[in-house]
């Protein structure tokens, strides 16, 4: 995609999201209040850190599927470690981040070494974690999240939610390395096409094993942080965001495909999700309505970016030029 149509696509997001905003306050009043704004912040910031490894992905030509259930792993055996506690963290933390990385990185092994198609290799991942999850806990989590997860998911810092501040951190590192570092260069040529990437020269293996481990890496943050949200861990609270953030890549811009994107868009398509999710209940739909509009919104994405629509708007240009 040329700067200049990905800057477009970026840009349409960030109008989507403010449109959204404009409509929903005139269907629900005091949507647009300060206090509301800053539950807008705190909800997407959730969706916002996991589709940050996601954006990744999806920019290097993959997809992770995994992502729920490395997210509620990590929600459920830090409270279970931690057992409502702050000082186990120190170790808990860096562990369940390096275990979400790992699995990552297995992630990326299987699909880059060993050919196994994104959706199938992820897919196994998430259901045997899934499994492992049932099995270590009898299905039935009920330790409390530490007082400072629960500071970092919902407290503030005058009028700012900690977690935007977190958020705020890991946007400038993600929009740095895509825009200023060699391998940010070298996702978006793998995601583009592998096979010109690695005939010339670039480490392609390595890139997209990357991708995917810091997709673990994030997932397994935003799950230790939404449990502050919640109060507590439960089974199936990573379930909503496998859709959202793959669908909030996909409205910031970014091609399912590969090889386009940018975390600046990501964040555009976080809002709009958490926008559209206070707009339903304001026009009295429900939750189903919502997940037709990610399903359609992926459907279009992909639809758009693929080669028959390309060739359709080639022939209507050349039909046009023709006179």
């Known amino acids: 995609m040329a700067p200049l149509s990905r800057h477009r696509a970026i840009l349409l997001a960030y109008g989507a999201m403010i449109a959204l905003l404009l409509v929903t306050s005139i269907f629900s009043p005091g949507f647009l209040s300060p206090g509301h704004l800053r539950s807008i912040v705190v909800l997407a910031a959730f969706i916002g850190i996991v589709a940050l490894g996601q954006t990744f992905v999806i920019i290097g030509g993959g997809i992770d599927l995994s992502v729920p259930w ?108 895509l825009s200023r570092t060699a391998f940010g260069r070298q996702l978006y040529a793998v995601g583009t096409s592998a096979t010109v990437a690695t005939f010339s020269g670039l480490p392609t293996l390595r890139t997209a094993i990357a991708g995917y481990t810091l997709s ?73 309505a919502l997940l037709i509009v990610y399903g359609a919104v992926i459907l279009v994405t992909v639809s758009v970016s693929s080669d028959a629509f390309a060739d359709l708007f080639a022939f209507v240009r050349r039909r046009r030029a023709a006179g």
């Open 70 to 177: 490395v997210l509620n792993s990590a929600a459920v055996l830090m409270t279970l470690f931690a057992a409502g506690q702050d000082a186990p963290l120190l170790w808990i933390v860096p562990l369940l981040l390096a275990a979400g990385a790992l699995v990552g990185a297995v992630n990326g092994i299987g699909i880059a070494v060993f050919g196994v198609p994104p959706i199938i290799m992820t897919l196994a991942v998430n259901v045997i974690l899934q499994g492992g999850i049932l099995v270590y806990t009898g299905g039935s989590p009920a330790a409390a999240a530490p007082p400072l997860i629960q500071y970092l998911a919902v407290g503030r810092i005058g009028v700012v939610p900690v977690i935007g501040v977190v958020w705020l951190v890991l946007a400038l590192l993600a929009s740095l390395v």
């Open 216 to 288: 673990g890496f994030t997932a397994a943050l935003a799950g230790m942080l939404l449990t502050g949200y919640s109060g507590q861990a439960y089974l199936g609270m990573g379930d909503p965001y496998l859709f959202t953030s793959i669908a909030a890549v996909a409205i910031g811009g970014a091609s399912i495909l590969g090889g386009s994107g940018h975390y600046i868009g990501t964040i555009a398509g976080a809002f709009v999700l958490t926008i559209l999710t206070g707009l339903l209940p304001a026009l009295n739909l429900s939750n189903g």
